[in-house]
């Protein structure tokens, strides 16, 4: 790519991200899919024209642009993982629930202290009838993140019982 190319992808870009942010999502859908068209290898384009799809609704089209963000190298750590939420969000959105679980789970690895990403792991856990495994991570997250002085309080018991739901007293299972 030219430097005069690569200039003019950086103003159009930020253009897009602008009008998206400002509520002129489908004049930025427009421009997104004509530097997807124009830099169809650019991953920062890609991943902008996924966000801009899933909030305008279209989550099916969303995948595509997702998983192309995703395919290459050269999107910033903060871009990464908004598009593996963003696809791991989108494919439960769309009932693709082992994918959901599948993406997320992968970005939990890659992203672990993420709470937004282990809260949708969580809800895709549940849809595909893990909901013990989907508890178990709400209830470490609610742990480690409230700051509610009565979850504070069982702070404690809340990490406990989040290890082994079933316990009941005397150590024993149910």
């Keep these: 790519m ?8 950086e103003t159009l870009l930020a253009q897009s991200v602008r009008l998206r942010e400002t509520g002129h999502r489908e004049e930025a859908r427009e421009q997104l899919l004509a530097l997807r068209a124009r830099f169809p290898e650019d991953v920062r384009v890609a991943y902008q024209a996924a966000w801009v799809h899933d909030v305008l609704g279209l989550e099916a089209e969303a995948v595509p642009h997702y998983v192309d963000a995703l395919a290459g190298p050269g999107l910033a750590t903060e871009e990464r993982r908004g598009a593996l939420l ?3 969000s989108t494919y439960r959105t769309l009932g693709r629930y082992e994918d959901a679980v599948a993406t997320l789970s992968a970005a939990t690895v890659e992203f672990p202290e993420d709470n937004a990403l282990r809260t949708f792991l969580a809800m895709a856990l549940y849809n595909v009838g893990r909901s013990h495994d989907g508890m178990r991570l709400l209830l470490t997250v609610l742990a480690a993140t409230s700051s509610d002085p009565d979850i504070v309080g069982y702070r404690p018991a809340i990490e406990h019982y989040a290890q082994d739901l079933d316990a009941v007293e005397g150590g024993g299972s149910a």
């Design 2 to 9: 030219s430097a005069v190319e690569s200039d003019d992808l």
């Design 86 to 88: 963003g696809l791991g």
